[in-house]
């Protein structure tokens, strides 16, 4: 059974860069069938979308973070990470890695079938 | 964007209710729907996904219907663990977009 887990620092100082890694165990992160996405929730609000890494090492970002967002593959340790640039109060959330299940060729399609546990991250001086 | 809109924001409901939440797209996403519960301080868990299936595991009190733009989650008798926040989530295009959730107390 896949198991994810983020790991980074808990507090980023405004206007600089957020790093998270997510570490997946029990399933290779290069199979085709998978695509490993970032999503992150402020307290108390919604869940927002950052952007997916396909299994032949594509991006897709969210717009409303395009500018800031760096989403990698690291096959040598198994993770993915993510690299948020210029942070502001806004960006405090957990942040959570998850697999993108049953994406179809063109890209449609799938649902996010497993979860890391969430890194909450605050961004403060 | 797509956007995702459920209702209601919230709702009280008692152990052996029916209940019902509704999540309509901005524009046609087909069957591209997927429902997720999340309990306080976890992650969320799928529960249906393509609008209609169950994820493996998941109670069969919880089935989804729809397509196109209106969709529903119905959970045909409340369990105590059944009190959470259920959220709709749409794979039809990218950036992939989430309801604003609706807490069911």
């Known amino acids: 059974q896949v198991q994810l887990q983020e790991s980074g620092p808990g507090l980023v100082k405004p206007s600089q860069t957020l790093s998270l890694s997510c570490s997946v165990s029990g399933d290779s992160i290069t199979r085709p069938n998978y695509y490993w996405s970032w999503i992150r929730q402020p307290a108390g609000m919604g869940l927002e979308w950052i952007g997916r890494l396909s299994p032949r090492g594509s991006t897709n970002y969210n717009p409303s973070l395009e500018s800031r967002v760096t989403i990698s593959l690291d096959t040598s340790k198994n993770q993915f990470s993510l690299r948020l640039t210029s942070v502001t109060a806004a960006d405090t959330a957990v942040y959570y890695c998850?697999?993108?299940?049953?994406?179809?060729?063109w890209g449609g399609g799938g649902y996010f079938d497993s979860w890391g546990q969430g890194s909450l991250v605050t961004v403060s001086s | 964007d797509i956007q995702m809109t459920q209702s209601p924001s919230s709702l009280s409901a008692s152990v052996g209710d029916r209940v019902t939440i509704t999540c309509r797209a901005s524009?046609?996403?087909?069957?591209?729907l997927n429902w997720y519960q999340q309990r306080p301080g976890k992650a969320p868990k799928v529960l249906i996904f393509?609008?209609?299936t169950l994820q493996r595991g998941v109670p069969s009190r919880f089935s989804g219907s729809g397509s196109g733009t209106d969709f529903t989650l119905t959970v045909s008798s409340m369990q105590p663990e059944d009190f959470a926040t259920y959220y709709c989530?749409?794979?039809?295009?990218?950036?992939?977009?989430f309801g604003q959730g609706t807490k069911v107390e």
């Open positions: 393509a609008a209609s």
């Open positions: 524009q046609s996403i087909r069957s591209y």
């Open positions: 998850a697999r993108d299940e049953g994406v179809e060729l």
């Open positions: 989530q749409q794979s039809y295009s990218t950036p992939r977009t």
